[in-house]
Structure formats: structure tokens, C-alpha cells
């Protein structure tokens, strides 16, 4: 009998709906849809076109010098036509090496400004949930299936808007 007041008294004393209050946040679609992500992402894109017709303009000239050469095959002795083959082989080997170090530049902005965002999204996620008492915040792709209401997403990027419009560069 003592076991069963004692079992009684446990259940009162700690309430059985003291559940964690959970909810999920798409941070992709916060990236690309908020104020500050369409800034960055069309800052960068406008670095990607920049980067894109300066390699194409070279890229063309290089085509153009190697029908050039192949033209004068039979015309230029063995030679020559090795020299320009080697020197043309170079033009291009420095084209590849400069084309792949500003892609990887474009990459190190883009992840530089991601982090730049995060550090600003940081505390007004952490506002939201402590306003809301939200005990786990979940990113959505780690989600299957979840209620539409436990998504956050749309009003971090709200408060994020609020906050924050563009970034330096």
C-alpha cells in the first residue's frame, strides 16, 4: 500500500505533459530566400558571369590560335611547329590553373558569406526559441515527415529580414 501512495505522490509531483518542445528550420531555403541570401547570391553569381565571359574570351583565343596552328602544319618545318605546339600547351596549362584558382576563390567567398550569415542567424534563432520555449530546433533535412507547424523557417527569415539586408563585401 505505502508503494502505491508513493507511486501516486511521483506522478503528481512530475506532470506527464512536461514534453520537449520540438521544431525544424530549412536553412537552405533561409540561404535563398531571405533578404541577405538574395544579396549574396547575387553578388556572387554576378562574380560567376564576370569570371565566365573573361575565361570564354580566352578560352576562344586559344581555339583560335590552335586551328591557326594546325593550318600551318605543313607549311612551318617540325621545329617550329613543336616550339609553337610547346608554347601553345603552356597558354593553355596556366588558362586551366587560372580558371580553377577563381573557381575555388568563388567557392571560399560563397562559404565565407554562408558563415557570415549563420553568425548573424545565430542569435535571433536563439531569441526565437528562448521567446518561444522551444527546447530543440531541428534542420529540416535531417527530417522524414513532420507537421507543418513545427516549421520555423519562415519566421527566422521574417526576423532575419528585420535584422539584417546585406553584408559587406
Given at each position: 500500500m505505502k508503494k502505491f501512495y508513493f507511486f501516486l505522490l511521483i506522478l503528481f509531483l512530475f506532470p506527464l505533459?512536461?514534453?520537449a518542445k520540438i521544431a525544424y528550420i530549412d536553412l537552405n531555403l533561409i540561404l535563398n530566400n531571405?533578404?541577405?541570401?538574395?544579396?549574396?547570391?547575387?553578388?556572387?553569381?554576378?562574380?560567376k558571369k564576370e569570371n565566365y565571359l573573361k575565361y570564354k574570351e580566352q578560352e576562344d583565343k586559344l581555339i583560335k590560335k590552335e586551328k591557326l596552328l594546325i593550318s600551318q602544319k605543313n607549311i612551318l618545318n617540325e621545329e617550329e611547329f613543336?616550339?609553337?605546339i610547346f608554347v601553345l600547351t603552356e597558354e593553355v596549362k596556366k588558362y586551366r590553373l587560372e580558371k580553377e584558382d577563381s573557381i575555388n576563390k568563388i567557392n571560399k567567398i560563397k562559404v565565407d558569406y554562408t558563415k557570415e550569415i549563420f553568425k548573424s542567424l545565430n542569435p535571433i534563432i536563439t531569441n526565437f526559441v528562448d521567446s518561444n520555449s522551444i527546447s530543440i530546433v531541428i534542420p529540416k533535412k535531417n527530417i522524414i515527415v513532420g507537421k507543418k507547424n513545427l516549421d520555423i523557417t519562415d519566421q527566422i527569415i521574417k526576423l532575419l529580414n528585420d535584422n539584417i539586408k546585406k553584408?559587406?563585401?
Open positions: 505533459n512536461t514534453f531571405s533578404d541577405v541570401g538574395k544579396f549574396v547570391n547575387e553578388h556572387i553569381d554576378k562574380i613543336n616550339k609553337k553584408i559587406n563585401f
